[in-house]
């Protein structure tokens, strides 16, 4: 094993290294993102305003997990929240219709930052789920 390593801006000691190991063994059923709050409060890692640097903390895990210096539990989808409103198909025409030949023809442009559950916002999901079905695919 290294002496010391630098990964996420931060010096891991053998001995950090070791102890994180372990303590994330001894945690199997907590979510990466559980690790990684619970990991900032233990080494006391806060940004400017005092406030944990979650976010940090867990790509600092998910790095040692690519280097294969600690193994994280899998993925957990949380989305309790979603499961629970009622999924409501849009019919989309994609495109639409044929753009027009010049940006004038569009105008006036109006700007609509739609709320959830308005129609605006179902057809917005609808085609972004689309696009990025068709990136994927």
Request: with cysteine; hydrophobic share 35%; glycine share 6%.
């Amino acid at each position: 094993m290294q002496a010391e390593i630098v990964c996420q801006g931060r010096q891991l000691s053998a001995e950090q290294l070791s102890w994180l190991q372990q303590w994330i063994g001894i945690h199997p059923d907590w979510s990466r993102q559980r690790l990684s709050r619970v990991l900032c409060q233990e080494w006391d890692w806060r940004n400017g305003r005092g406030r944990l640097k979650d976010f940090a903390a867990r790509s600092l895990l998910e790095k040692l997990a690519y280097r294969g210096l600690v193994t994280l539990p899998p993925l957990q989808w949380q989305s309790s929240h979603c499961r629970s409103k009622p999924v409501r198909a849009t019919v989309l025409e994609w495109p639409p219709q044929p753009p027009p030949p010049s940006l004038s023809q569009l105008l006036p442009l109006q700007w609509i930052v739609p709320e959830v559950g308005q129609e605006f916002w179902h057809r917005f999901d609808a085609y972004l789920q689309s696009y990025h079905s068709c990136l994927s695919g």
